[in-house]
């Protein structure tokens, strides 16, 4: 054999090697799921137990009806993102060996922008896709971000807003079958990706292209960070920060001695290391890898389904993350975003029919689910699945349509000046929240505990809001 033909065969044997080792290496880095799953990302022939229960879909048909009386007047909806990969890498070694890269992101990498500028044409689509590239160097159609809201979490949040529809367009005729003004409907989203991208779905699912008049683009709002209330700010909140690592270290400190009892079942899993809540990796990032690997069909080790393993381990986190029960943290994590809510349904009472706003609808996180549970005091101590929800609905108690005239003449001024009553629901996984600050007689609708009145809620908020945010955010001395 020549020199030359030898060295060509061994380039093409290098090459091929190459190939193949990038093939290799690519079915082993990018994964799916082992099991088939369904399209809300329920694993077929596996038991839906704790561990996987981790979406709550928008019940429809279980919706509770209010009382004839009460008239519907606005929803203020505030949604958890759909299904996502978690937000670190974890657990991947072997033996727990859940896949590092995930391949669950197919849906929506075409840009279909159009180009500005004066040197392009005002119809050329900018034709480029968006792929993710691992630190080895290699891709794959459909590979995800970390913390990236995946295929099933697009198709679980159109479903949630399809749901939205069927319950307040079809079943209680509140909003329109189609979309006449934008001032109709409110859509504002954390500015995080999936977020986004969840109300993305979820708006389409409500309000579709063909159910907008044309001139009605619903529009999805996003806040500068410094600015956003949808979450715990610690960012603009220094002092917030400070309560929250306090929070964070009394609950290491309550729970690490229980989290001990699990280690001879699950610190194989973690590299030897024990779990604990301040640990390496911390107890709410287990947590968090295994709820996203179960709600998308991947194995997860046996002990991390066993109920009394992920019940503690979801217990304890909750306590670190949510269970706050300082009336400054609550003041200073959710109090503006309360007063946002009292101010609306205000304008809402005192505008009736002028103001045409019906649903506000907000794409945020598990963080402000609980955190709105926890300030009234309602939370169930469970981390909030995917697309689980609060909602605030505001209802008028509706006068009987046979008042008389001539009382009302009668009363003159008195009968003027009466406001009509108004009162408020929470309602949370699906399942009304009587809130113990309106459990007092007069501070709901009598029979009706679940409805608070209007005043004991807005009441309740007046005393969360900061009176001057920035001056209380600011670090003690």
Sequence with gaps: MSSSLWNVNFAVTKTFRVLLLALISATLLFAQPSSTTHSTGSMVGTSRNKVNASEEPLDVEGYPLAPPELKLEQVHVYVRHGERTPVKVRLSDPPASIPEHWQLCHAARNFRELIAGPKCHDDEPIRVKKAVETREGLTADGLCLLGELTDTGKESTFGYGAALRKLYVERLGFLPDVLQRNEQAYFRSTNVPRTVESLQHLVYGLYPASKCLPEVVPAILVRNGVDENLVSNTISCPRLAILELEFAEAAAALWNPTLESLNGKVSKYLSGQPLQIDGKP????????????????????????????????????????????DEESRRLGMGRLLADVSQKMQHKVKKGPQDPMKILVHATHDSTLAALCSTFDVFDEKWPPFTSSVTFELFKKQQPSNSPSSLQTLLGKAWKSHQPEHYVRMRYKNRNMVLPMCAEEGKHLPG???????????LRIKELTPTDWTAECKPRA
Excluded at 448 to 455: A, D, G, N, R, Y
């Design 448 to 458: 009706s505990p679940e409805f608070c009145t209007l005043s004991a809620f807005q």
């Design 282 to 325: 911390r107890a709410s990032g287990v947590l968090d890898t295994i709820r996203s690997a179960t709600a998308h069909g991947f194995r997860v080790p046996p002990e991390f389904e066993e109920d009394d393993v992920i019940n503690t381990i979801e217990t304890a986190v909750s306590s670190e993350w949510f269970a706050v029960k």
